[in-house]
């Protein structure tokens, strides 16, 4: 139940007759080498976690460790609930919970790396966003998790999801991609189209540099989580509408790679280039190096 | 190419902000903390690199510290290590180098004292995702992981001393799934490294230290 690429986990949903999260999950039972058992109790404590993370920041508020944020849940939270949020349901809410997953974080919170810290606030937000607004189970959330972990594990075999390698577009665009393919699961779409929404998102992501203030996992990474959860839900609407895309998910991924390498230096996570360079960032993260 | 698991993706499970700067700081400072077979009562971290730059917001100094005392990567007493070493009377000390450039950037000295005032010098390397590797003890470069269960095994670099070593593993059944050797030079401390799947036998490294030519084991369990 292994596979390398895109192309050959397409056929073994084919061959199997199953979602692309069943060949995930039960990939990490046989070529794991685990019992089913811990294998659910170790998602399950993955989404725990992540519950924890989303939801608290937008009751108490927490300073960064870096200074530069702090706060923004609840106040995009408090704009929602007066009622003039002008996102609708899924988006506001995916948007606070990715937000305040980035505030936990940059406050030496626990969180869960997925794929990476910087971006640890895409596929949760997403999923919890859609499991209130869409009334979905813990299970059907765990599930889903797996699909995600698939176009994951995809990116961290064929491709990078450090910034460090290949850009925002490899930490941001990759979390986005899985949580794309996680919700048209969710939402009864095919493989195919799982693989179609995460193609669209590093297509649509494609080039994001990766410039954090001060070298820290804050600004304007928190942003661009909320960024990342709008990218996922506009990929998804594509795909679940029917529209079929020209580029399969493999040949975008390497396309992403390929472009991330081309990055100059000063765009991968070096803090020297990008949003890190301008004038106001410098001083708020008293001279860079 | 190694197995990625979902949890390689999902994870790890960790205190923020980064899997580089603040996890895999942690990791490499828990696996020193395995190396050292006695109790520890100062520290010195010194930091090269990105993490010489960046180590305060990105909280490595408090994840190395909570690292040392034997806290995981998702331990929320990192938060609190400074005051939790403090309490115990652990002395620790950060310096940054940034003049030595010629080392991977996210890179970590552990200079460990015990009690009877012995050191031992680990070198480890942060390289993204909270995976790490320790890459020096002492003056010997090393390589390894801790993903699998490892025998270090310090000894003299001389004939017969592999083969006893892999003699003491074999009869306690252990399946070795690599073993490295590495010396200062020829003649003086070399170092076995065997890593193993699952636990290692408890009484393994009284086996070994039997031998006149093993000066010292440490085993670091899955």
Redesign the interface.
Known sequence: MDFKNANELLDLCKKHDLPISEVMRQREIVEGEKEADTVHDAMARVLEIMKNAAFTPIKEPVRSMGGLIGGEAKKIASRYHSGFGICGDLLEKSMIYAMATLETNASMGLIVASPTAGSAGIVPGLLLGLQEVHKLDDEQIIQALFNASAIGYLAMRNATVAGAVGGCQAEVGVASAMAASAIVELLGGDPEQCLGAASTVLMNMLGLVCDPVGGLVEYPCQNRNAAGVANAIIAAEISLSGIHQLIPFDEMLNAMYIVGKRLPAELRETAQGGCAATPSACAACGGCA | ?S??????????????????H??GAARIAFLARKMLNSTLKKVQFTLYG?FA??Y????TD?ALLGGIMGFGT?D?R??DSFEIAKDIGLDFSFVPNEIETDVHPNTVDILMTNENGNHILIRGESL???KARICRINDVEVDFTGEYSTLIVIQKDKPGVVTYITKCLSDQGVNIAFMRLFRESKGNTAYSIVESDGLLPENIAEEIRKSPNVSDVMIIQL
């Open positions: 190419m197995f990625i698991s979902a949890f390689d993706v999902m994870g790890p499970n960790m205190i923020g902000p980064s899997s580089s603040t996890a990105s730059k960046t305060h917001g990105h909280g408090r998702d929320m990192i938060r993204g995702g909270g």
